[in-house]
């Protein structure tokens, strides 16, 4: 099969879908936290502990639901430490999600071998099979991504959220802390439990993708999300911090690392260079929108500003 034919193909479409699932899940979170003004670098280590929670329950219950249930409720509460840190503590959003990061890299490597004793993976997990899809054509591949669990569930929270943000009275709530905490906070908003509910929503988030990602690899691998946070991170920026925008983004950046595989299938050049391919793109993206004074790239007013 040439390239050509290869980047025009049905399986092309089923890997650029399955790929943005945990980037569009992040992104997701990274816009409900930050939208209520809490900075959240911790995407990344939100989705490693949730993963890391998803299998570990999958392998005690051998149930995938109850596999996902458990990564969402330890994305749930590692999240809420961050809040807690940031939004009670007064703690920069910056260190602490710097911080958290760290301690999900180091805290799930030690579960493991604690757990497992293993500091590399865990036990193999089915996840969600779907034995009428089986197939190995893109048809069959695409079939299985859009009808798997862990993406409708992603779909489902992205649409939700979006509409929550915009139309429903905790929505107001949410922009108005994360735009003018000040006058919020003298119209009656609860900034802190905002910020804190916000937060913690996102962390189910980010948690959902980390456990479609494990469920996809069947296991779970020391660092498995592999800068996925931080290209979702991006994704908000370059979004304006609106959900639906962000999954946009989220799909190129998926689109971006489906083609450097096919790339690395079909060409001989060097696979540092193609695997580095949808961050040097996000760099780009950024530095043109930057360039061009940062056009839709608004910021929450009181992003980060808890000391208010």
Do not use: C, E
């Given at each position: 099969m040439s390239i050509v034919s290869s980047l025009l193909s049905v399986t092309l479409v089923a890997q650029t879908l399955r790929m943005a699932v945990p980037y569009a899940a992040a992104a997701t979170g990274g816009v409900l936290s930050e939208r209520s003004g809490v900075v959240n670098i911790a995407l990344e280590g939100t989705m490693l502990v949730g993963a890391f929670g998803a299998v570990t329950t999958h392998v005690v219950t051998g149930s995938?639901?109850?596999g996902l249930?458990?990564?969402?409720?330890?994305?749930?509460?590692?999240?809420?430490?961050?809040?807690?840190?940031?939004v009670y503590g007064r703690v920069s959003g910056i260190v602490s999600g710097i911080a958290l990061n760290l301690l999900a890299a180091a805290g799930t490597r030690f579960l493991l071998r604690a757990i497992y004793?293993?500091?590399?993976?865990?036990?193999?997990?089915?996840?969600?099979?779907?034995?009428?899809l089986e197939g190995a054509g893109g048809g069959a591949r695409l079939l299985r991504v859009v009808a798997d669990p862990t993406t409708l569930a992603v779909v489902v929270f992205a649409v939700l959220a979006a509409l929550v943000v915009a139309k429903t009275a905790f929505g107001l709530r949410l922009r108005a802390a994360g735009e003018a905490p000040e006058v919020a906070r003298s119209s009656g908003v609860h900034v802190e439990r905002t910020r804190t509910a916000a937060v913690v929503l996102?962390?189910?988030?980010c948690a959902i993708g980390g456990a479609a990602l494990a469920f996809d690899q069947h296991q779970?691998?020391?660092?498995?999300?592999?800068?996925?946070?931080?290209?979702?991170?991006?994704?908000?920026?370059?979004?304006g911090w609106r959900v639906k925008r962000a999954a946009g983004f989220c799909l190129v950046f998926a689109l971006l690392d489906a083609v450097q595989i096919v790339l690395q299938n079909e060409t001989r050049l060097p696979v540092q260079a193609l695997s580095s391919l949808p961050y040097v793109a996000t760099l780009l993206t950024l530095l043109v929108l930057l360039r061009r004074g940062g056009s839709g790239m608004s910021a929450p007013r009181g992003l980060d500003r808890h000391a208010d």
């Open positions: 995938p639901w109850i249930a458990g990564g969402a409720g330890a994305g749930a509460a590692f999240a809420l430490l961050h809040a807690l840190v940031v004793g293993s500091s590399s993976n865990s036990p193999t997990v089915v996840g969600f099979r779907l034995p009428a996102g962390g189910v988030a779970f691998q020391a660092g498995m999300t592999g800068g996925r946070g931080f290209i979702a991170l991006a994704a908000v920026v370059l979004s």
